[in-house]
């Protein structure tokens, strides 16, 4: 029974950082439920998804990045360009699979040029990726320095196409395709080799290396798949809002680190998950809904909401990492 | 008499020194005016229109001033191995708090206002106060409570525009207060007044830092933390002081551009300063890892910057380029500062150097 005790114990303390963001997702959605009509209803969960699907593809990339120990602030920038492309591409008449490609292949490319750079110049990744958002935000302006609308019918489609249930629920294609990307990167990180190295480089990289496993090269393929998360991000911006704008998503990659942390990764890397990551993105979304729903507050609530419960996590983590001692 | 000449050795040699430590910012530097001189009409024109100095150059400097003061700060925090990524949001809580301050509170958007007489002294204290207390929780969260720099002050950058948004209600709030305006657009001897603050902080820090042990402590916190600790130091305090040092800079940062407008728009407000003021530093020979800082680098980095985007204005470069611009001076700056290349082309010279000895 002592044994059993035990081995509950330490399947909780294992799985902390996903348990604890899921509990306060869980009790955040009850309390919209109590407070206001119509909010427990499988319209507003399915709703978040959508609403933060391209948010959530960014944070998705970003929390591979942050358990390996780095930093990606690009990606709102690649979201946007991205976007862009595929509607400049568009407006030019190229047909949807082409421009699709062209775009995204553009995103992993620039990820995997800036994992090239961290990797062989051994550049801190803070200011290549802030290069890099530079550089995307900048090609962005020039394709266009205002609002494209996106007019093929594909894309058309793609962004009423859906799985409809009662009470006008609706499981949209950008949600799905969200949560596709996150099954695959949660088999990724938990069931490859590649997966493997990711926390072990954010553990301790030179251990790691001297482990003979192969850190350079998961590097770059690091940072070339938070490049891929963003493009993903990108085309489902495009079939969210059917446009694409050089000034869209400016600051999320600072509101996808947020939901990465209150998703339980810690930032000191080597430690964290992905289903975490999305009930982090889920957390963030209640706020916003509740002061929609609310009505009278402010929407400036939302970041000073959502910064003090990244306050929180942030002290409940130094806590969990002084009580386990996962710390250096 | 001796002594004197002594110390005046003393001092051109700490000159030349002082001028080798940032030799590649201000060669890079020398170069884009050098390019502007030859290659852009009339970029070094200076006239006088009504009493003050107009041209490219005042236009430059005039830009440069707010960045500068903000990179200055940041300066300190990087040179104990910190970052600020808070600085916009500060800026923009400052800015609005003085305009709110000004119109006596009032946030009806568009409201007719009569010419404030709020003591300018009262706007001030009341906005640099609030970028203090910014940089003390800033401060306090990384030496006390002991959050990563990027991750502590991340909260406040998340939080603070929001906050900053509330003060305004969201509207672009104006006002008219001559006294506040001046601080922006006013002019003094014909030189821009933003110039003047500039190089006010810039003395008051390179007389805390040279002047006080300042300076040292915050090289040797940034060296080696441990070390510097068991030599006595109070690391705790000195994490604390830069990061209120770089509040109080993006306090005045916010104050010269509200000044500037003469409104305050929250959304807006120092919005990237953080990069371009990192940007300045690194530019500037800083060393990200901290405990090797300049001042002066970081003058000539801010410089280096904001001359990079007048020469494209002026050389009617679509504005939309100069983000690209800006992305490539990073690239061949971290490419210039990479352990690789200095390794390849320390290699270059030692091969060179045995084959003129053999």
Redesign the interface.
């Known amino acids: 029974m002592r044994d059993a005790a035990l081995k509950r114990d330490s399947f909780i303390k294992r799985n902390l950082t996903i348990i604890a963001p899921t509990l306060v997702f869980i009790v955040f959605f009850i309390i919209g439920g109590i407070l206001f009509r119509n909010f427990f209803t499988l319209r507003v969960l399915l709703n978040l998804l959508t609403n933060n699907a391209f948010l959530g593809l960014a944070a998705v990339g970003m929390t591979v990045v942050i358990i390996s120990g780095g930093i990606d602030l690009s990606v709102g920038a690649v979201i946007s360009t991205t976007a862009m492309v595929i509607a400049v591409l568009d407006r030019s008449g190229v047909a949807a699979p082409l421009a699709i490609a062209i775009a995204i292949l553009f995103a992993t490319g620039l990820g995997f040029l800036m994992g090239l750079m961290i990797q062989y110049f051994e550049a801190p990744p803070f200011i290549v990726t802030l290069a890099g958002m530079f550089f995307a935000r900048g090609l962005g302006y020039v394709l266009s320095l205002s609002s494209i609308p996106v007019k093929g019918p594909f894309y058309h489609a793609m962004s009423t196409a859906g799985l409809r249930f009662e009470g006008g629920a609706k499981l949209t294609v950008p949600a799905m395709i969200f949560l596709f990307v996150v099954l695959v990167t949660w088999y990724l990180l938990k069931y490859t080799k590649f997966g493997r190295t990711c926390y072990a480089m954010g553990g301790n990289e030179q251990s790691a290396f001297l482990m003979g496993l192969p850190v350079p090269r998961t590097k770059v393929l690091i940072y070339t798949f938070s490049g891929f998360c963003s493009g993903i991000g990108g085309l489902v911006y495009v079939f969210f809002t059917l446009s694409g704008y050089g000034l869209a998503a400016i600051g999320l990659e600072l509101q996808a680190i947020a939901a990465v942390v209150i998703g339980g990764t810690l930032l000191t890397g080597g430690f964290g998950s992905v289903i975490g990551t999305l009930m982090g993105v889920g957390i963030r979304g209640t706020i916003q809904t509740f002061i929609t729903f609310q009505g009278e507050l402010n929407v400036y609530w939302t970041p000073i909401f959502v910064g003090l419960l990244l306050f929180l996590f942030i002290l409940l983590q130094k806590a969990f990492v002084a009580g386990t001692k996962l710390g250096k | 008499m001796n002594k004197q000449l002594q110390q005046g050795g003393d001092f051109s040699a700490r000159l030349a020194a002082g001028i080798k430590s940032i030799q590649w910012p201000l060669i890079a530097l020398g170069m884009i005016l050098l390019f502007n001189l030859i290659f852009t009409e009339g970029f070094f024109e200076i006239s006088i229109q009504n009493g003050r100095l107009v041209g490219s150059l005042m236009d430059l400097l005039k830009r440069a001033a707010p960045r500068l003061i903000v990179a200055l700060g940041m300066t300190l925090v990087i040179a104990t191995g910190g ?1 600020d990524i808070s600085v916009g949001s500060i800026a923009a809580i400052a800015g609005a708090l003085a305009v709110l301050v000004i119109r006596g509170g009032d946030i009806t958007y568009l409201a007719t206002q009569d010419t404030s007489t709020v003591s300018i002294l009262l706007v001030i204290l009341v906005a640099l106060s609030a970028a203090a207390v910014c940089g003390l929780f800033n401060g306090l969260l990384v030496s006390v ?4 720099p ?3 002050t ?10 900053a ?2 003060f305004t ?2 509207y672009v709030l104006n006002y008219d207060h001559p006294g506040y305006k001046s601080l922006g657009v006013g002019d003094w001897l014909g030189l821009p007044i933003p110039i003047y603050i500039a190089i006010f902080i810039l003395i008051v820090l390179a007389v805390l830092t040279n002047r006080t042990p300042l300076g040292l402590l915050i090289q040797s916190t940034g060296g080696n933390e441990t070390a510097s600790r068991y030599s006595g130091t109070n690391t705790t305090l000195v994490r604390i002081l830069v990061y209120v040092i770089a509040g109080v800079c993006s306090g005045v940062a916010g104050i010269i551009f509200t000044a500037d407008v003469q409104s305050a728009d929250a959304a807006f407000i120092g ?1 990237w300063i953080e ?1 371009e003021a ?2 300045a530093v ?1 530019i500037g020979g800083t060393s ?1 890892a901290g405990g090797r800082y300049s001042l002066a680098g970081t003058v000539v980095g801010a410089l280096i910057i904001q001359t990079l985007i007048t020469t494209l204005l002026t050389r009617a470069v ?11 001076v ?2 061949v700056v ?2 210039l ?5 200095k390794e390849m082309t320390f290699k270059r010279r030692a091969r060179k150097e045995a084959s003129t000895h053999a």
Not at chain 2, 337 to 341: A, E, F, K, L, T
């Open positions: 970052i409570v002991k959050i990563q990027i991750v502590a991340l909260i406040l950058m998340v939080t603070g525009r929001g906050m948004m509330l209600g969201g919005l990069l990192i940007l690194v990200m679509p504005v939309q380029f100069t983000l690209i611009f800006q992305a490539a990073v690239v971290l490419m500062q990479s352990p690789r290349v």
